[in-house]
DNA sequence: CAGACGATTGCCT
DNA sequence: GGCAATCGTCTGT
């Protein structure tokens, strides 16, 4: 299995986002691989248009804070913040430096290392350790020190690996969760997941 | 420096 | 379906 590179990465956040379902999440933790088939994302942000419901454009006016600093910085790093006062979200920096993209990871599809995905998620069921973005970033061990993290470096110990496209139909709706968000940012389809899949969200 | 709120989850009715 | 948990981030004073 090959390591997807950076000029993966460096696209459109929802081209990548569309891209990135079928691939594998994968992790190194406690000295083992835990690893996931990603069945559903959200793009935000995109070159050409504003996004009211991205962190880059929401907060400071458009331009970088301390905790968005990495998205408008280059493709293939992982962005990781922390929400609700408990929870991690894994996204990955996409489109070009300077830009607020990314791709949000809202759910896998176990794979590898299940057992410590289990112990993970406090002994919950295999269909609830990574069927929503705060789940799996649990599940995965993903928290503030993945934040920044290069996904193309070779040793690192979090990336993507490359997979044969899904065999599953493509669907796409609303972004998950966006609150106070205008119209038309709150209901515009930039939501993707793998129809029928027993982990989508 | 106080106040509002969040790209969610899990428990309760 | 409703709602509390829980704290970092951002904003306005």
Same mark, same amino acid.
């Given at each position: 299995m090959k390591r997807l590179p950076y000029a993966f990465y460096a696209r459109p956040a929802r081209q990548v986002a569309q891209d990135l379902l079928g691939k594998l999440l994968a992790r190194r933790f406690d000295g083992r691989l835990i690893c996931g088939r990603i069945v559903e994302t959200e793009a935000y942000c995109d070159a050409d248009e504003p996004d009211l419901a991205c962190h880059g454009d929401r907060a400071n006016d458009g331009r970088p804070t301390p905790r968005t600093a990495v998205m408008f910085?280059?493709?293939?790093?992982a962005y990781v913040y922390f929400t609700y006062g408990m929870h991690w979200m894994f996204n990955i920096v996409t489109g070009q430096e300077g830009q607020a993209n990314a791709v949000l990871i809202r759910a896998l599809e176990p794979l590898t290392g299940v057992d410590l995905m289990a112990q993970n998620r406090n002994g919950r069921s295999r269909r609830e350790w990574t069927n929503g973005p705060a789940k799996l970033a649990q599940a995965l061990a993903i928290?503030?020190?993945?934040?920044?993290?290069? *996904?193309? !470096?070779?040793?690192?110990v979090i990336w993507l690996e490359d997979a044969p496209p899904p065999s599953e139909q493509i669907a796409a709706g609303p972004r998950i969760g *966006?609150? !106070?968000?205008?119209e038309p940012w709150y209901s515009i389809p930039w939501r993707y997941w793998l129809r029928g899949n027993p982990y989508v969200s």
């Open positions: 910085g280059s493709a293939g790093f928290d503030k020190s993945l934040n920044g993290a290069n *996904l193309c !470096q070779p040793d690192g *966006l609150g !106070q968000t205008p």
